[in-house]
């Protein structure tokens, strides 16, 4: 069974960084995508950025320039630093994994609050 955990989330000055890790058990991650979502109250689950099997980004222009996404094949972990952070950027940050070949994986973590004050 594949499970996903987030961490990293917290409280932040406006202009700060923060780092988010998502983890993942019970999977290989060299054939798997990773996504970040964000949700704040009252708005939709929106993506925030990508990265597939061979290392391609993606990012929502909202954060193009200043969040990056990276990982370590080997210790199952892909990151989000997210710098220069906005009080907009405040919601609960979703990792999202998927796996499209020999086998089919769509599995979410429970999220992490991520609170940037002005």
């Known amino acids: 069974q594949v499970q996903v955990v987030e961490s990293g989330g917290g409280l932040v000055q406006a202009g700060g960084s923060l780092t988010l890790s998502c983890r993942a058990s019970?999977?290989?991650?060299?054939?798997?995508?990773v996504t970040w979502f964000r949700q704040a109250p009252g708005n939709q689950r929106e993506m925030v950025a990508t990265?597939?099997?061979?290392?391609?980004?993606n990012y929502a222009d909202s954060v193009t320039g200043r969040f990056t996404i990276s990982g370590d094949n080997r210790k199952n972990m892909r990151d989000l630093q997210m710098n220069s952070l906005k009080p907009e950027d405040s919601a609960v940050y979703y990792c999202?994994?998927?796996?499209?070949?020999?086998?089919?994986?769509?599995?979410w973590g429970q999220g992490t609050q991520v609170t940037v004050s002005s």
């Open positions: 999202n994994v998927q796996q499209l070949v020999f086998r089919y994986v769509d599995a």
């Open positions: 019970g999977i290989d991650f060299r054939y798997i995508t």
């Open positions: 990265i597939n099997t061979e290392g391609g980004t």
